[in-house]
């Protein structure tokens, strides 16, 4: 049967991930440095600091009450990752510039709740943890990435139970008391935020201080009534975390980069052992260098309705869009990128946006060649790609 099979990728053109091809559309905005991380997987990688954590996180929601899943697909439909939590349909999480589309109906999960729904009415247990890769257009800095970890936690509690224990908020709390939120440089200050989320009411986030910010940790609240429901236990109270597993990491090992959880170097794995908490050492501290571009946007970029002022189909552009292009030029080259000017010109109403980006190797000292290569390859594609008009 070997010869009907198709050596030609089918048409329409699509995309190939994970052995299947998927058809793109005018949704599809998933560069090759995103595709090419899905295989990496570093949760299941053994003595990886993020697989060392998501078995210390384990140990402490244990099986049988709880079940794990840690190798669920990244490929996502729409509807697993929004709508089944309940986002309405122009929340912003669901725009191209916050998430990788790999067409109209398929994502990149965002989170691991885009299994939530699926796993409440499959489970054999009350609870679960799913711990998976994520992906988000988002910020560039020392604590954020555009592939991370996430653990989503969930569990089912009768209403008895609940009462026993002093209500849903006492439950959440001693719960929430068993995630590691101790760094290596003790004592750490923790704090609790109140939060929303569509899926889940009443929502907190957990923060601890480090490095002098307030750092996120996770997520966490009662999930809407839906999800028993659907699950055919409507008398049940449902709750649910979702961490983020490289920012417990960093703080367990002190971790000072997110970018190191990605580094193949020796110097860095071999720094780790299964099972065993240590302190990272940093076997590196290259200098930092600074570089400021200004750029006007083209008129129709900055008006709210791109199509009336003309633009050929130019979308506003995004913050994430500086990120998607700095992160698609320099890689890891790029330890943060900051919005440091915005300015509208009060005549013409065209916009001016600064950005300093700090590049900065892991690996080695980078020269001033390859640095001032990078900068003119970011300008270059701001002015071919998004019509910009660099201010010198
Ligand atoms: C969520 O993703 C919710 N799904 C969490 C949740 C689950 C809420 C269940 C209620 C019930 P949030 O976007 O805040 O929430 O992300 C959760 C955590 O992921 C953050 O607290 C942070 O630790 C981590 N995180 C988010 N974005 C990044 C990023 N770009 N890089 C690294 N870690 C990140
Ligand atoms: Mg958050």
């Known amino acids: 049967w070997r010869k009907y099979s198709t ?22 905005n998933l ?3 995103i595709s090419s991380a899905l295989p ?16 210390l996180i384990e140990s402490r929601f244990p099986e049988p009450a709880y079940q794990y899943h840690n190798d669920l697909s990244p490929i996502v439909t729409v509807h697993q990752n929004f709508d089944s939590l309940g986002f309405p349909i122009d929340h912003p999480g669901r725009s191209r510039t916050d998430t990788y589309y790999i067409n109209k109906d398929t994502v990149l999960r965002t989170h691991t709740s885009a299994h939530q729904a699926d796993t409440f009415r499959t489970g054999k247990s009350d609870g679960f943890l799913i711990s998976a890769d994520v992906y988000r257009r988002d910020a560039i800095d020392r604590s954020h990435y555009p592939v991370f970890h996430q653990m989503e936690g969930a569990r089912m509690w009768s209403r008895g139970e609940c009462e026993a224990k002093g ?16 760094g290596i440089d003790e004592p750490l200050r923790v704090r609790w935020v109140e939060a929303y989320f569509p899926f ?43 961490v983020g597993l490289e920012r417990v990491a960093m703080l367990l090992f002190g971790i000072p980069d997110i970018r190191l959880f990605w580094s193949l170097d020796k110097r860095f794995l071999q720094q780790f052992k299964e099972g065993r908490i240590s302190r990272f050492v ?75 980006i700090n590049y900065r190797s892991l690996e080695r000292t980078l020269t001033n060649d390859e640095v001032n290569s990078l900068q003119q390859m970011v300008k270059n594609v701001l002015v071919e790609e998004f019509g910009a008009e660099v201010r010198e």
């Open 282 to 356: 940093p076997f590196s501290k290259y200098p930092p260098c600074y570089k400021d571009i200004a750029f006007w946007l083209p008129s129709s970029s900055n008006s709210t309705n791109a199509a009336a002022a003309g633009g050929a189909g130019r979308v506003p552009f995004h913050e994430n869009d500086m990120m998607e292009i700095v992160r698609n030029v320099a890689g890891d080259l790029a330890e943060d990128v900051k919005l440091i000017d915005e300015f509208t010109h009060p005549k013409t109403g065209r916009k001016s946006l600064c950005f300093r």
């Open 40 to 55: 990496r997987k570093l949760h299941l990688q053994p003595s990886h600091p993020l697989s060392i954590t998501r078995r």
């Open 7 to 28: 050596k030609e990728p089918p048409s329409p053109p699509t995309i190939r991930l994970e052995g299947r091809h998927y058809p793109i559309d005018e949704w599809t």
């Open 167 to 182: 209500g849903v908020a006492a439950v959440i709390r001693e719960e929430m008391d068993r995630m590691p939120k101790h």
């Open 31 to 33: 560069p090759s440095h």
């Open 200 to 242: 889940t009411s009443p929502s907190w986030e957990l923060e601890v201080y480090w490095q002098g910010n307030w750092l996120e940790l996770l997520g966490c609240g009662v999930v809407q009534q839906s999800l028993p429901k659907n699950a055919g236990v409507p008398d049940k109270i449902g709750w649910a975390f979702g």
